[in-house]
T-cell receptor, first 116, second 117 residues
Framework: DTGVSQNPRHKITKRGQNVTFRCDPISEHNRLYWYRQTLGQGPEFLTYFQNEAQLEKSRLLSDRFSAERPKGSFSTLEIQRTEQGDSAMYLC??????????????FGPGTRLTVL | AQTVTQSQPEMSVQEAETVTLSCTYDTSESDYYLFWYKQPPSRQMILVIRQEAYKQQNATENRFSVNFQKAAKSFSLKISDSQLGDAAMYFCAYSDDYGGATNKLIFGTGTLLAVQP
């Protein structure tokens, strides 16, 4: 197992275009998180999946953002009509979701989005 | 809402010396976790150390230890015998710990640690 992977690692797009990022969690991790990190800031929570169910969304996740996790495996984060303010590092993390114990989140390398 | 504050944007330490990074947090919950994460330049975030709020004993992981003051809502990280590989951005983070919690992480703004040879 090679850990959490994210693709693409870098994305440059023009304002108004749609972009989609992919996250492949560690096998059998049923919890998946998306965070956004802007320059000079700590990561901010965007959304959380338990298996295929999206159980929590941050108010940061505007209507232009949508996330899916079909069949509880990989996840996608789509941003429609991108704005310059969407430029950030988008981080994915997964955890085992075992009951009765702490579940460490393992982070992927992130996708850096630049909106021109 | 829970918040995490790191008041030291940058710190510097000489190799082999000891450095302490500060963190304060705010929460009305009694059960929670606190963490220190390390983010090296262009590398992914990794967990350095974790503290359960119900534990009075401070967590220790090799050269890394914490000073957890629950009443003061303070959670500092001490790095002993600093090494060049310790140079990174360090984030303090908080997570709720109750039945049904998503365990989402709430991060501070980070402290950039430089290690001087």
């Amino acid at each position: 197992d090679t850990g959490v992977s994210q693709n693409p690692r870098h994305k440059i797009t023009k304002r108004g275009q749609n972009v989609t990022f992919r996250c492949d969690p560690i096998s059998e991790h049923n919890r998946l998180y998306w965070y956004r990190q802007t320059l000079g800031q700590g990561p901010e929570f965007l959304t959380y999946f338990q298996n295929e169910a999206q159980l929590e969304k941050s108010r940061l996740l505007s209507d232009r953002f949508s996330a899916e996790r079909p069949k509880g495996s990989f996840s996608t984060l789509e941003i429609q009509r991108t704005e310059q303010g969407d430029s950030a590092m988008y981080l994915c993390a997964s955890s085992p979701g075992l009951a009765g114990t702490y579940n460490e989140q393992f982070f992927g390398p992130g996708t850096r989005l630049t909106v021109l | 809402a829970q918040t995490v504050t790191q008041s030291q944007p940058e710190m510097s330490v000489q190799e082999a010396e000891t450095v302490t990074l500060s963190c304060t947090y705010d929460t009305s919950e009694s059960d929670y976790y606190l963490f220190w994460y390390k983010q090296p330049p262009s590398r992914q975030m990794i967990l350095v150390i974790r503290q359960e709020a119900y534990k009075q004993q401070n967590a220790t992981e090799n050269r890394f230890s914490v000073n957890f003051q629950k009443a003061a809502k303070s959670f500092s990280l001490k790095i002993s015998d600093s090494q060049l590989g310790d140079a990174a951005m360090y984030f303090c983070a908080y997570s709720d710990d109750y039945g049904g919690a998503t365990n989402k992480l709430i991060f501070g703004t980070g402290t950039l640690l430089a290690v001087q040879p």
